[in-house]
T-cell receptor, first 115, second 111 residues
Framework: AQSVTQPDIHITVSEGASLELRCNYS??????LFWYVQSPGQGLQLLLK??????LVQGIKGFEAEFKRSQSSFNLRKPSVHWSDAAEYFC?????????????FGTGTRLQVTL | EAGVAQSPRYKIIEKRQSVAFWCNPI?????LYWYQQILGQGPKLLIQ????????DSQLPKDRFSAERLKGVDSTLKIQPAKLEDSAVYLC?????????FGQGTRLTVV
């Protein structure tokens, strides 16, 4: 069964600083990988996804993530954080079946942005 | 396009009472999911429908939880009787292929 580990429960960065959120997954083959963001009282919004091909994936809001098979990682990055980026971030993995498949989520990383 | 609609947004019930949540997916999305998100945790899949058939309900506590998807569109999730540990946000999601779109969720508090 697939699993996801997000080692950092809470991260605080200053506005304008760079950001990296860590995600490690466990899956027998190349999985589908996702990053979602959740603002308070809101549902989950997809930031970016990786299915195959280029291992550096660009997403919305200036986020990017890099798939590293050798490290079983899919870390999320942003070069300059804005105060509006404060939210909870979830990494998720799905079985690479070519069709809609259930997501297994990590426990999330709460991002706080200081001004 | 309209997103995934869920109602109610908030619900407070006493333990042992019953409660139902409703979800209207994005039009044309064949796959519908219900997730449970306990405070401080990531969402956990409860049940997955493909059209009006159940694909995966292995994580659904069937002694108290039930779900149905009428005519392959709207879905309801019911809890009867509720326990204190059922306090959580219940998220509905739908997908056409491999990207899931989430509703805003229903926050359930069991007291």
């Amino acid at each position: 069964a697939q699993s996801v580990t997000q080692p950092d429960i809470h991260i605080t960065v200053s506005e304008g600083a760079s950001l990296e959120l860590r995600c490690n997954y466990s899956y027998g083959a190349t999985p589908y990988l996702f990053w979602y963001v959740q603002s308070p009282g809101q549902g989950l919004q997809l930031l970016l996804k990786y299915f195959s091909g280029d291992t550096l994936v660009q997403g919305i809001k200036g986020f990017e993530a890099e798939f590293k098979r050798s490290q079983s990682s899919f870390n999320l990055r942003k070069p300059s954080v804005h105060w509006s980026d404060a939210a909870e971030y979830f990494c998720a993995v799905a079985a690479n079946t070519g069709t809609a498949s259930k997501l297994t989520f990590g426990t999330g990383t709460r991002l706080q942005v200081t001004l | 396009e309209a997103g995934v609609a869920q109602s109610p947004r908030y619900k407070i019930i006493e333990k042992r009472q019953s409660v139902a949540f409703w979800c209207n997916p994005i039009s044309g999305h064949a796959t519908l999911y219900w997730y449970q998100q306990i405070l401080g945790q990531g969402p956990k899949l409860l049940i997955q429908f493909q059209n009006n058939g159940v694909v995966d309900d292995s994580q659904l506590p069937k002694d108290r939880f039930s779900a149905e998807r009428l005519k392959g569109v709207d879905s309801t999730l019911k809890i009867q009787p509720a326990k204190l540990e059922d306090s959580a946000v219940y998220l509905c999601a739908s997908s056409a292929r491999t990207e899931a779109f989430f509703g805003q969720g229903t926050r359930l508090t069991v007291v």
